[in-house]
């Protein structure tokens, strides 16, 4: 089918696109939409996030966590699937925290999305238009964001950027 990359900074209004995109899609075709989750509660402050987000999300909704193997997850779907994976870039930093292998984890990734039958919106954030951070970590993830945000926009189908709620069409270079 299709893959949408959907970029913006945070509470820029991705998530809720690409859910709206994936919720009119999934009407049409009479199935649920799926939710790809890679976020991990590794706090209260964050279980409380995911359950906000759930929440807003509603019930309608099937639930897939994929903090650590989005690949195998995104090969689950089928071409009658329309599904949302939230977000990359945790994922990314969930890859980095078990000190997995980067390049083949995106390569991996990458793969699987361009192989995807299923109409599919992929979430990321764009890191690199903030203060460079200060310490190597936080350098680190910025770089590899920024490898992972190009590596699968050069597999979608489409790209858009989210600012303020608004959306932007991304084109090729």
Known sequence: MTLTLVLGGARSGKSGYAQRQAEQAAEAA?????????????????????????????????????????????????????????????????QMLAERDLAAAVDDLAQALAACPAALWAVSNEVGWSLVPDNPLGRRFRDEAGRLNQRIAAVADAACLIVAGMRLPLERI
């Open 30 to 94: 009479g199935r649920p939409p799926v939710f790809i989750a890679t976020a991990e509660a590794f706090d209260d402050e964050m279980r409380d996030r995911i359950a906000r987000h759930q929440a807003e999300r509603g019930q309608g909704w099937r639930q897939v966590e994929a903090p650590l193997d989005l690949a195998e997850a995104v090969r689950a779907l089928s071409a009658e699937d329309v599904a949302v994976v939230d977000c990359l870039t945790l994922w990314l930093s969930n």
